[in-house]
């Protein structure tokens, strides 16, 4: 059993920053790909970034937050980052990360179904 615990999230103005962490216990990450998903009310969860455990560290992007938000891991510290940089009202949602295990070499995944644990989420709301 993976367990995930995010925090760093908060309430800050249109074109701030934020960085939310994510530690992980239980077991150690560097053999799950990890993820950061986002749920606004009223709309469905979507997945905002990924990052390979191989490869040194693949990353993919939404195209909503491609070139303003960057996904980081610290094997070693067992934790995973979500910097947040030019944030807009629409980024406004609970944020959770999550870990898929995965033996392919630079796997990672953009889908929630594809992922085995999940975080209980940290709320981020970018007033204008």
């Known amino acids: 059993q993976v367990q995930l615990v995010e925090s760093g999230g908060g309430l800050v103005q249109a074109g701030g920053s934020l960085r939310l962490s994510c530690a992980a216990s239980?077991?150690?990450?560097?053999?799950?790909?990890m993820g950061w998903f986002r749920q606004a009310p009223g709309k469905e969860r979507e997945f905002v970034a990924t990052?390979?455990?191989?490869?040194?560290?693949?990353?993919y992007y939404a195209d909503s937050v491609k070139g303003r938000f960057t996904i980081a891991r610290d094997n070693a510290k067992n934790t995973v980052y979500l910097q947040m940089n030019g944030l807009k009202p629409e980024d406004t949602a609970v944020y959770y990360c999550?870990?898929?295990?995965?033996?392919?070499?630079?796997?990672?995944?953009?889908?929630?179904?594809?992922?085995?644990?999940w975080g209980q989420g940290t709320q981020v709301t970018v007033s204008s």
């Open positions: 990052i390979s455990w191989s490869g040194g560290g693949i990353t």
């Open positions: 239980g077991r150690t990450i560097s053999s799950y790909a």
């Open positions: 999550a870990a898929l295990y995965c033996s392919g070499y630079g796997c990672y995944g953009r889908y929630d179904y594809e992922y085995d644990y």
